[in-house]
């Protein structure tokens, strides 16, 4: 009996040597800095928002300041024009090889080291002496804000419960479009004491402190597919997409629509555009998500913010160089004309964050598109005189109209998709609405100057330019309208719930055109 005691007692043991040894827990690894803010809703947030905010401000503010810099660096109109263009470029190029990067890399990296370069970026540009250096700043700080718009938002969305989404989605749109109409009340303030450099020296000091918020909330986390494959073709035809068009843009500073330096970067960009989304849609792992996005409620949400954007964009534009260069206000009295944009954007942002999970988001969208179609109609109207009255109702229509369309029509883009995929879904949707929004502006400038009268610019131009831009919302309010229609979308509830925790789709996105294509046979059959 002693014998098989001890013989079983041995075996065990042998079993026991060959058998794994149970992990024990790791302590977390030691850091640098301390994070007392890590997992903490309201700094994480804000960190991401404020991220962004800097270089959405210089797109709307710069336009009131961009003949100081002229005079200030001895450059000409075209020379300024293109670096703001490709600045713009590197933000969409950014957003889209972010899409990359944050596959591969984890956040807290990624997130420090584009606010770094944003933070250099802005240095370069207020010390410049020279265009090269300034425009080297400029496009070094769109870049990092591209990357930044994927590396910063989705995880705010994604890993916070499902009923933070609303508040989320507020302060987004406060961010984005705050800062947008922010932009000429603070472009006026600047041009009127001759301050652009102390403006890119305070952003950047903005983008310093955030950096340091940023050290002590974010997270270390594990990257969430770094051996994903390199899409090559999506970077080289997604870099020619968006440089060649906007310094095309930027040639038309002093250059006409039949001139070669336009036209064939033009053509050649564009190209590239339609190239990119060929190959994302054939591809096995596209890094940008073309095939998925190819439904009804995408592909109307990606056309929203993009069309609605740029009109946006070109009445402001419009109404700003009407009172500055037509009537002959100061860049102070021509920002203050534009402050109901403020208001009328913290209206929206409450508004998109009460109907997200309601089956009415479609209506506000709807209702956006109407606003700014009520705001281009007053711009059409303001007359030679800039009449003030007029021009305060029409910033408070373009307003609202901004906050209604764009951001909604970015979470009517991603609903359909699965959450986790939700950065390259903005990064797509970011790389369509920089290109609409920045090239449609350049493009109305020049019909608004070449219809003048009395060039550079008068009124009859400005209306002309303020019609054709018109007649684009009421078209693709119209298309749009009945693109929703056709597809049979209807009014869905969103799944935020199913969204955020299993990665499911929050509405149901049915083919282009499904109820004129008739009943679609399931998959496996």
């Given at each position: 009996m002693f014998a098989s005691t001890y013989a079983l007692a041995r075996t065990e043991t042998m079993r026991g040597q060959g058998r794994r040894p149970r992990e024990q827990p790791q302590p977390p690894p030691k850091t640098l800095f301390p994070r007392p803010f890590e997992g903490s809703y309201p700094p994480t947030l804000a960190s991401a928002i404020i991220a962004l905010v800097p270089f959405i401000i210089v797109t709307t503010a710069y336009t009131l300041f961009s003949r100081q810099v002229e005079g200030d660096l001895q450059a000409g109109p075209r020379a300024v024009e293109i670096m703001a263009g490709i600045s713009t470029a590197g933000y969409a190029f950014g957003a889209l090889i972010g899409g990359d990067l944050v596959q591969r890399f984890s956040q807290r990296p990624l997130f420090l080291t584009c606010q770094a370069l944003f933070v250099v970026g802005c240095l370069v540009s207020a010390v410049a002496h020279g265009?090269?250096?300034?425009?080297?700043?400029?496009?070094?700080?769109?870049?990092?804000?591209?990357?930044?718009?994927?590396?910063?938002?989705?995880?705010?969305?994604?890993?916070f419960p499902p009923e933070k989404l609303p508040v989320t989605v507020i302060f987004i749109d406060l961010g984005f479009f705050g800062a947008v109409c922010v932009g000429p009340l603070l472009g006026g303030l600047v041009a009127a004491g001759h301050h652009w450099r102390w403006l890119y020296g305070g952003l950047g000091a903005v983008a310093t402190l955030n950096l340091t918020l940023a050290l002590f909330t974010l997270p270390a986390s594990s990257p969430t597919n770094p051996g994903v494959r390199f899409d090559a073709w999506a970077v080289v035809f997604g870099f020619a997409a968006v440089v060649l068009p906007f310094w095309a843009a930027g040639e038309l500073a002093t250059h006409g629509f039949a001139a070669f330096r336009f036209a064939v970067?033009?053509?050649l960009g564009l190209a590239a555009f339609v190239l990119l989304i060929l190959v994302e849609y054939h591809q096995e792992e596209p890094l940008s998500p073309v095939k998925p996005m190819w439904t009804t409620a995408s592909l109307v949400g990606t056309l929203t913010a993009m069309i609605a954007g740029g009109v946006f964009v070109a009445f402001l534009e419009l109404g700003e160089r009407l009172q500055m260069e037509v009537v002959q206000r100061s860049p102070l009295e021509t920002g203050l004309l534009f402050w109901p944009l403020a208001v009328a954007v913290c209206v929206t942002s409450i508004m998109l964050g009460v109907l997200l999970k309601t089956r009415f988001l479609p209506i506000l969208v709807l209702g956006g598109m109407l606003c700014l179609i009520g705001g281009g109609a007053l711009v059409m109207s303001l007359g030679p005189e800039g009449q003030p009255a007029r021009t305060l109702a029409a910033a408070g229509l373009l307003g609202l109209g901004a906050g209604a369309t764009v951001s909604p029509g970015l979470y009517l883009a991603g609903f359909p998709l699965p959450s986790k995929i939700i950065g390259r879904v903005f990064a797509l949707v970011e790389l369509v609405r920089s290109l609409a929004d920045y090239i449609m502006a350049p493009v109305i400038a020049k019909i608004a100057r070449e219809g003048s009268h009395k060039p550079p610019l008068d009124w009859p131009g400005v209306r002309e330019a303020a019609g054709v831009t018109l007649w684009i919302a009421v078209?693709?309010?119209?298309?749009?309208?009945?693109?929703?229609?056709?597809?049979?979308?209807?009014?869905?509830?969103?799944?935020?719930?199913g969204w955020i925790k299993e990665n499911k789709p929050a509405i149901r996105s049915p083919v282009l055109l499904a109820r004129l294509r008739g009943p679609q046979p399931q998959e496996g059959q």
């Open positions: 265009i090269v250096p300034y425009g080297a700043g400029r496009i070094l700080a769109g870049l990092a804000a591209g990357l930044l718009l994927v590396v910063a938002l989705p995880p705010v969305i994604q890993k970067p033009l053509s078209a693709f309010t119209v298309i749009g309208a009945l693109l929703w229609i056709a597809g049979g979308v209807g009014l869905p509830v969103p799944d935020i719930q």
